[in-house]
């Protein structure tokens, strides 16, 4: 079946193997043309979308616009897939979908607040968390992303002194942010900052904690000082409604 024929069948609720179309996206098809389903008015057609949207997400930045208005939809699913495809593909050229992203932090469903914490986990990009992070004050003025915002007056690294002052805030959306800087997949995982998330009785820092610990390092990564027992695993992550 061809990728078009794939789409058209995904519009009409017909099963269509969704690795096929997948693997035509990653095989030159236009991702433009996923829009066809983000945008659809069915709504198992957009939660189709937006899963191969998480799947292919470095491919995305034809759908940013489209991708940013699904921030908003009423599916804990939707969003949560939308949140790790436009992680992976937004840019500094990006600051709405950039700052909404951040906004994230403070959705009211703990899946949709964790994907938002791993997408900046995940991502090594200093100048565009700092984007993300004024284009969300921007977005949300008057509110502790003002203050998140301030981090990156003088600088585009968070440093570690930082770092422990959010992990202590007294507004949780402060204290995810941290717990997604401090988790972030530099090419040499920090042991202080990893630290800092596993002593800050925190159970969604420490569940984003082995979480990242579980992921395939990037080449030439390493983990400085780390040991934890089996004891101190948890569950892993799985984004369900």
């Known amino acids: 079946m061809s990728p078009e024929n794939m789409i058209e069948a995904i519009l009409a609720g017909e099963d269509v193997d969704a690795f096929e179309l997948i693997g035509a996206f990653y095989r030159g098809y236009p991702v ?16 189709a979308g937006a899963y191969i949207a998480n799947q ?30 436009l992680g992976a593909c ?5 600051e709405e979908a950039l700052g909404r992203l951040l906004l994230a932090l403070g959705d009211p469903d703990p899946f949709v607040h964790r994907a938002a914490i791993l997408s900046i986990a995940r991502n090594r990009d200093d100048t565009r968390l700092a984007y993300g992070a004024r284009a969300a004050a921007k977005l949300a003025p008057g509110t502790v992303f003002e203050e998140i915002a301030e981090v990156f007056r003088s600088s585009e690294r968070v440093d570690t002194e930082t770092l422990k002052q959010l992990i202590r805030h007294q507004n949780p959306i402060a204290r995810r942010f ?26 969604k820092g420490r569940l984003v904690l082995n979480e990242m610990r579980r992921r395939p390092k990037p080449i030439g990564a390493r983990i400085a000082c780390i040991s934890f027992t089996p004891e101190d ?3 892993t992550l799985r984004l369900v409604e």
């Open 178 to 203: 941290a717990v997604g800087v401090a988790c972030r997949a530099e090419i040499i995982l920090d042991a202080e900052r990893l630290a800092i998330v596993e002593n800050c009785n925190d159970e």
């Open 90 to 94: 937004a840019n500094v050229r990006h």
């Open 233 to 235: 695993r948890h569950p």
């Open 32 to 47: 433009k043309n996923l829009s066809k389903l983000l945008c659809s008015n069915y709504k198992p057609a957009v939660a």
């Open 56 to 85: 292919i997400g470095n491919m995305l930045q034809p759908c940013i616009d489209e991708l940013t208005v699904l921030l908003n939809d009423e599916s804990v699913q939707i969003r949560s897939d939308v949140i790790f495809g």
